[in-house]
């Protein structure tokens, strides 16, 4: 099966890639019968040497048993080298190709960097979420791979010219171009294009380009952003041939059908995963915000219990009141505060008395005056 698709896409690499004639001249016979004498076919591309303009060029998958996962053109007497790597959004993988294209003379290099997914959503939900979040104290800070939208000019300032000064690449900046809208990817939406030129301190010539392609969704009037950044750099003495090379190599890219299988298949069971994994962690915020808020719940209902008892406690001692409890049963009654002592018999019935009383040997018991913390 892998033998089959590489034979199919070089097949189909060689169709796209080259335009063939094949010339004929009708003749005729002394009996008025026509026929075709022929030339061998011929490549439009092909001059005195005999050498199309471009090449094939091919990357494979060592994640993937080195499978042949794609292939595109380079200009031919050019070489190219390439990495092919994963990184993870949670459990699911993100390819990683890097393609660097050198000029037979060593003057010029293509380089086509990794592209970088992002998603961001925005609207008054997702707003509100955001605001309580920060009025409760909570760490404002972006998920992996999440990022407001851009376009392809200020991703170059913001995000790409920071990663090359980090990697050592620095140059004095002398030209950028918001290039707009354009189809450089084959088979794939149309992309808004921007480069940046500069000069490095060796006097090269330096063009950091890159292409964003956006996708949006409209949910309850929540806005979902699907976003990746194609960036690359070109160097030589003459950019925008660099350029025309970079342009080709993203325009005729085809990829092995049975690799993108299999990267579908890592790529569901990767959503699934990371679905399982979100799921138990909004199960676990909803939990401890559920216990944050009965904690807040409990300070607030204390504080009004606190409040009421202080009211009810200012109310008894400006109206001459004290609350008191049976000792025996429990039970707390207001009486008119003018007494020094307070007794009550079996039958619930209380007395009020300046002297103390032989309590006991009438059956009764005395009544405790609460203080005004313990109402």
């Known amino acids: 099966m892998k033998n089959q698709s590489i034979i199919i896409l070089f097949i189909l690499f060689a169709l796209a890639s080259c335009k063939r004639t094949n010339n004929e001249k009708i003749l005729m016979t002394s009996n008025g019968v026509k026929y075709a004498k022929l030339t061998p076919i011929t490549d439009n591309n092909s001059?005195?040497?005999?050498?199309s303009a471009?090449?094939?060029y091919e990357v494979n998958d060592p994640g993937i048993n080195n499978i042949s996962a794609i292939l595109l053109q380079i200009p031919s007497g050019w070489h190219?080298?390439?990495?092919?790597?994963?990184?993870?959004?949670?459990?699911?993988?993100?390819?990683?190709?890097?393609?660097?294209?050198?000029?037979?003379?060593?003057?010029?290099?293509?380089?086509?960097?990794?592209?970088?997914?992002?998603?961001?959503?925005?609207?008054?939900?997702?707003?509100?979420?955001?605001?309580?979040?920060?009025?409760?104290?909570?760490?404002?800070?972006?998920?992996?791979?999440?990022?407001?939208?851009?376009?392809a000019l200020t991703y170059i300032k913001q995000v790409m010219l920071p990663r090359l000064q980090q990697?050592?690449?620095?140059?004095?900046m002398m030209n950028e171009q918001n290039l707009g809208e354009?189809?450089?990817?084959?088979?794939?939406?149309?992309s808004r294009h921007a480069y940046v030129d500069g000069r490095t301190q060796n006097g090269r010539n330096i063009r950091v380009e890159c292409g964003i392609q956006?996708?949006?969704?409209?949910?309850?009037?929540?806005?979902?952003y699907n976003w990746s950044a194609f960036p690359a750099i070109i160097t030589g003495n003459n950019l925008d041939a660099?350029?025309?090379?970079?342009?080709?190599?993203r325009?005729?890219?085809?990829?092995?059908?049975?690799?993108?299988?299999?990267?579908?298949?890592?790529?569901r069971k990767g959503n699934a995963d990371n679905a399982a994994i979100a799921q138990k962690d909004f199960e676990n915020v909803k939990a401890y915000r559920e216990a944050v808020n009965n904690i807040h719940q409990g300070i607030t209902n204390d504080r009004n219990n606190s409040i009421d008892q202080q009211n009810e406690s200012f109310r008894d001692v400006i109206g001459g009141e004290a609350k008191f409890e049976n000792p025996t049963t429990g039970e707390r009654v207001r009486l008119d505060d003018k007494y020094k002592h307070y007794y009550t018999d079996a039958q619930g019935t209380y007395y009020g008395s300046d002297e103390p009383m032989d309590f006991k040997s009438m059956g009764w018991s005395e009544v405790n005056r609460l203080d005004t913390k313990e109402y």
């Open 47 to 51: 001059g005195n040497s005999g050498t």
């Open 54 to 56: 471009y090449k094939g």
């Open 80 to 151: 190219a080298q390439n990495t092919f790597t994963r990184i993870w959004n949670g459990s699911t993988p993100i390819n990683q190709v890097y393609v660097k294209a050198v000029s037979a003379d060593n003057n010029s290099t293509v380089e086509i960097l990794p592209y970088s997914p992002y998603f961001y959503a925005d609207g008054p939900t997702t707003r509100s979420l955001r605001e309580t979040s920060r009025s409760m104290g909570y760490p404002q800070k972006l998920q992996p791979f999440e990022m407001p939208p851009m376009d």
């Open 167 to 172: 990697n050592g690449i620095s140059f004095q």
């Open 182 to 190: 354009q189809n450089q990817f084959k088979g794939q939406p149309a």
């Open 214 to 224: 956006l996708t949006t969704s409209n949910m309850n009037g929540e806005i979902y």
């Open 242 to 249: 660099g350029y025309d090379v970079l342009k080709h190599i």
């Open 251 to 267: 325009g005729t890219v085809l990829y092995n059908p049975e690799w993108q299988q299999k990267c579908a298949q890592m790529n």
